[in-house]
């Protein structure tokens, strides 16, 4: 399992060499934000009284900082940012009642199949980069010791994330659908470890501006 302190050197290396090269050559760059729904992929959610799985639903959002090639039509490169939140349910032995997290920090590459400029474009990109999973305090009832509550606190892992997309930019509105890649997961926890299978479906509409330096 990768060590937290891992995501803020990740993350200051990405924004240090996109830095340094839009420094170099950057004569427009490109700012996009998308919100939407979002559907757990893999199996986060298992009771650990019986292994089964408890049904999630949440949200999602991204936001990217793209540096615009002028010299290949279409193609950006940069930093991107996305963050999904799943509330799940409960059951009657485990609460489950909290907001799990799945986040990528990466490198992105976005591709505009069309020219930017006409109503309706097309795009695809590819996001690589440090993906982290949190979860919730945990509690549940445990039967081989008298019924007593068992509180499992807060966790966090990392692994390595890939995020795809594809969509349509209308005018500057975009309509995407997304997919990060379920990677295993693995929290320590004091009674036992949570090893978890972890992605995400998500679908969005956003934003998308272009602007010179």
């Given at each position: ?25 950057a004569q427009e760059l490109s700012f996009g934000i998308n919100l939407g729904y979002a559907q757990t992929q893999g ?116 692994n390595f994330g890939i995020r795809p997309e594809l969509g349509i930019q209308i005018n500057r509105f975009t309509l ?38």
């Amino acid at each position: 399992m990768l060590k937290p302190t891992i995501q803020t050197y990740f993350l200051a290396s990405l924004f240090s060499l996109f830095g340094f090269t839009t420094m170099l050559q950057a004569q427009e760059l490109s700012f996009g934000i998308n919100l939407g729904y979002a559907q757990t992929q893999g199996d986060p959610f298992n009771n650990p009284s019986n292994s089964t799985n408890v049904f999630s639903l949440g949200i999602g959002y991204d936001l990217d900082l793209l540096y615009v090639f002028e010299n290949v039509e279409g193609l950006m490169l940069g930093v991107s940012y996305n963050r999904n939140i799943f509330f799940t349910a409960s059951d009657e032995s485990v609460s489950y009642l909290g907001f799990y997290g799945l986040a990528l920090y990466g490198a992105k590459l976005h591709y505009t199949l069309l020219d930017d400029k006409k109503l309706l474009s097309p795009f695809a990109s590819l996001t690589l980069g440090l993906g982290q999973f949190s979860t919730p305090p945990l509690s549940y009832y445990e039967p081989l010791i008298d019924n007593i509550q068992i509180v499992i606190p807060p966790g966090i892992a990392f692994n390595f994330g890939i995020r795809p997309e594809l969509g349509i930019q209308i005018n500057r509105f975009t309509l995407s659908v997304s997919y990060i890649v379920p990677m295993n997961y693995n929290i320590e926890w004091f009674i036992q470890d949570l090893e978890a299978k972890v992605g995400s479906l998500n679908i969005c509409a956003g934003y998308r501006h272009n602007f010179k330096l």
